[in-house]
């Protein structure tokens, strides 16, 4: 196997989701950079495969991308793996790629599980066009911000959220957004997998009756109305909600402009003035 980048999806829970050829590349690699290496190292062993293991996470993505493309262009094999599903979709890897493509590395996609994809299949919601936004914010106003650039949207919009917040975003998402057709999936191909179909707000009064929530969450909201008209939108607040999520200054408001229908030039003219 010659020095490449193997991006491999892997189980989002049950462990006989995974490919073929993604335990043929994890057993051929030199090393596997994962999120926890104890989380991966379970998946290891329930295949027989021993190989060393690389942290590679959010705290140390900067420094270990540069260690390992080093280790790729010196003609090792590396898989990049996420806890669950495929790496990059909400999860570190961006850097590492970025840097593998710009030194030459060759990066192979080796495809499989998603949780967008598989919450998607088994919604009811048309999946014809989707719009996937990541973790929604984790402060309400930037979450709500987010929200009312949704108003007008005609694709299933698909996101994550965190069990001790979505209550409150459910809550956001009916005051902001009203009562639109919504699934929760909720610990997708696990012992407890659960789907929670209806409207957003009969969806919040199930999850408030609930002593408690546990578990990974896909929330996926059916398309806005058609009577429903977008609003003004608070193009500064947009893009401070977009540079939360991460993206660079310059990026954030190429994003706002796409979302508020503008050019890139009058939405920085219009955010900078």
């Known amino acids: ?7 491999v999806a892997t189980p989002v829970g049950n462990l006989e989701d995974i490919t073929y ?11 596997i950079a994962c999120e926890d290496t104890r989380h991966t190292r379970h998946l290891l062993d329930h295949y027989g495969i021993a190989k060393p293991l690389v942290s590679y996470h959010e705290h140390n993505e900067m420094a270990r991308a540069v260690e390992l493309v080093e280790r790729l262009r010196a003609g090792e094999s590396i898989a990049l793996v996420s806890d669950a599903g495929t790496p990059l979709v909400s999860d570190p890897g961006y850097r590492l790629v970025s840097e593998a493509i710009a030194s030459g ?3 192979v996609p080796v495809p499989g599980p998603s949780a967008v994809a598989a919450a998607l299949s088994a919604s009811g919601l048309p999946c014809d066009q989707f719009r996937f936004l990541g973790f929604l914010p984790a402060k309400s106003a930037q979450r709500r911000r987010l929200l009312e650039s949704l108003r007008a ?3 299933t919009v698909v996101c994550y959220e ?6 409150e975003s459910m809550a956001d998402i009916v005051d902001v957004l009203g009562d ?5 999936a909720r610990e997708l191909t696990k012992v407890h997998e659960e789907f929670l179909r209806g409207s957003s707000a009969e969806i919040l009064r199930v999850l408030r009756e609930r002593p408690s929530i546990k578990g990974e969450i896909t929330i996926l909201l059916g398309k806005a109305p ?3 008209s977008a ?9 401070d909600t977009f540079m939360a999520q991460g993206l660079g200054r310059m990026e954030a408001i190429k994003r706002a402009a796409a979302e508020s229908g503008l050019s890139k030039r009058e939405a920085y003219r219009r955010v900078t003035k």
Do not use: C, K
Request: glycine content about 4%; hydrophobic content about 50%; charged content about 20%.
């Open 1 to 7: 196997m010659h020095g490449a980048l193997y991006v």
């Open 21 to 31: 050829r993604a335990v043929r590349v994890l057993r051929e690699v030199d090393a």
């Open 105 to 107: 590395v060759s990066v």
């Open 153 to 155: 949207e005609t694709a």
């Open 162 to 167: 965190a069990p001790h917040r979505i209550v």
């Open 180 to 184: 639109r057709p919504a699934v929760l």
């Open 226 to 228: 058609a009577s429903q």
């Open 231 to 239: 609003p003004e939108v608070d193009l500064p607040g947009l893009v």
